[in-house]
Nanobody, 121 residues
Framework: QVQLVESGGGLVQAGGSLRLSCAASGSIFSINTMGWYRQAPGNERELVASITSGRPTNYADSVKGRFTISRDNVKNTVYLQMNSLKPEDTAVYYC???????????????WGQGTQVTVSS
């Protein structure tokens, strides 16, 4: 099994910054795509950013130029640097990791527990 542990959420004023982290552990053979999603009350979960080995990073239009996704393949960790935060960025942020496990080499997709980000105006 693969476990994800998120950290870094919190309360920040508009214009401020936060950095989210998500560390994966367990039976991991390889990780293909790492991403961040968010879900605000009453809304569906949406993709914020994703990073896949050998491909350009992908961002939602609403966060382009403000958020940066990065990964540390040694630590199996994905980060989301969020700058110039706006009240509309308020949501629960979830990390998502897709790869192959080390026991059966089957494809897995795991979600983090979610971390609250609140941006006050």
């Amino acid at each position: 099994q693969v476990q994800l542990v998120e950290s870094g959420g919190g309360l920040v004023q508009a214009g401020g910054s936060l950095r989210l982290s998500c560390a994966a552990s367990g039976s991991i053979f390889s990780i293909n795509t790492m991403g961040w999603y968010r879900q605000a009350p009453g809304n569906e979960r949406e993709l914020v950013a994703s990073i896949t080995s050998g491909r350009p990073t992908n961002y939602a239009d609403s966060v382009k130029g403000r958020f940066t996704i990065s990964r540390d393949n040694v630590k199996n960790t994905v980060y989301l640097q969020m700058n110039s935060l706006k009240p509309e960025d308020t949501a629960v942020y979830y990390c998502n990791i897709q790869g192959h496990d080390s026991t059966s080499y089957s494809l897995f997709r795991s979600w983090g527990q979610g971390t609250q980000v609140t941006v006050s105006s």
